[in-house]
């Protein structure tokens, strides 16, 4: 069990780090869909950040895997809790899943996942139309689903940090005093 009142300075880098990308992708997103004219630059930015972001959330969880979360307040509501552990759960899945429906949808569309000039990933799916208008269909859904998930821990952080003032939201804000544990 973690006696500590924060998260390590390696959790608290990468959920901030993170958390800018995931915003700024579901923006990209949109944009992608809403814009013809702007499409393909953001496809070019859209493709190599969702990849950083499947190899940083590998490194989170391994972070998280060594390192445990402070515990949540004792007073804190048994289904509250839960919510808060399955949310962040969810949040992971979809770390991974969105990532890898990307690569694969981009897969079966036939187009390759340029990182930069000269580097492309290898296809994970089959060339198959089918398949892509599932995957791009599921990549859609599930950036919603994302999104509403993201809005929800957002409003949980708000609500520890400015209702319950309980340090949930400062376990992830800042370090502990002295700020060298990691």
Same mark, same amino acid.
């Given at each position: 069990?973690?006696?500590?009142?924060?998260?390590?300075?390696? &959790?608290?880098?990468?959920?901030?780090?993170?958390?800018?990308?995931?915003? &700024?992708? /579901?923006?990209?997103?949109?944009?992608?869909?809403?814009?013809?004219?702007?499409?393909?630059?953001?496809?070019? /930015?859209?493709?190599?950040?969702? $990849?950083?972001?499947?190899?940083?959330?590998?490194?989170?969880?391994?972070?998280?895997?060594?390192?445990?979360? !402070?515990?949540?307040?004792?007073?804190?509501?048994?289904? %509250?809790?839960?919510? &808060?552990?399955?949310?962040?759960?969810?949040?992971?899945?979809?770390?991974?899943?969105? !990532? /890898?429906?990307?690569?694969?949808?981009?897969?079966?569309?036939?187009?390759?996942?340029?990182?930069?000039?000269?580097? %492309?990933? !290898?296809? $994970?799916? !089959?060339?198959?139309?089918?398949?892509?208008?599932?995957?791009?269909?599921?990549?859609?859904?599930?950036?919603?689903?994302?999104?509403?998930?993201?809005?929800?821990?957002?409003? &949980?952080?708000?609500?520890?940090?400015?209702?319950?003032?309980?340090?949930?939201?400062?376990?992830?804000?800042?370090?502990?005093?002295?700020?060298?544990?990691?």
């Amino acid at each position: 069990m973690n006696t500590s009142t924060h998260f390590n300075l390696t &959790a608290r880098v990468l959920h901030w780090l993170m958390a800018a990308m995931i915003l &700024a992708m /579901l923006f990209i997103g949109v944009g992608m869909v809403a814009s013809i004219s702007q499409r393909p630059w953001l496809i070019d /930015l859209h493709r190599p950040l969702g $990849i950083a972001i499947l190899l940083l959330v590998i490194v989170r969880l391994g972070n998280r895997l060594r390192h445990a979360p !402070p515990p949540l307040p004792a007073d804190l509501p048994a289904w %509250q809790a839960f919510a &808060a552990k399955a949310s962040h759960w969810v949040l992971y899945g979809l770390m991974f899943a969105m !990532p /890898l429906l990307g690569w694969a949808t981009v897969s079966a569309a036939g187009y390759p996942v340029t990182m930069f000039a000269g580097f %492309q990933l !290898p296809p $994970i799916a !089959p060339h198959d139309p089918t398949l892509y208008a599932w995957l791009r269909d599921a990549h859609g859904w599930l950036a919603r689903v994302l999104f509403a998930t993201v809005l929800l821990h957002l409003s &949980a952080a708000l609500y520890h940090a400015w209702v319950r003032r309980d340090g949930v939201f400062q376990a992830m804000a800042r370090g502990g005093r002295g700020g060298g544990e990691a």
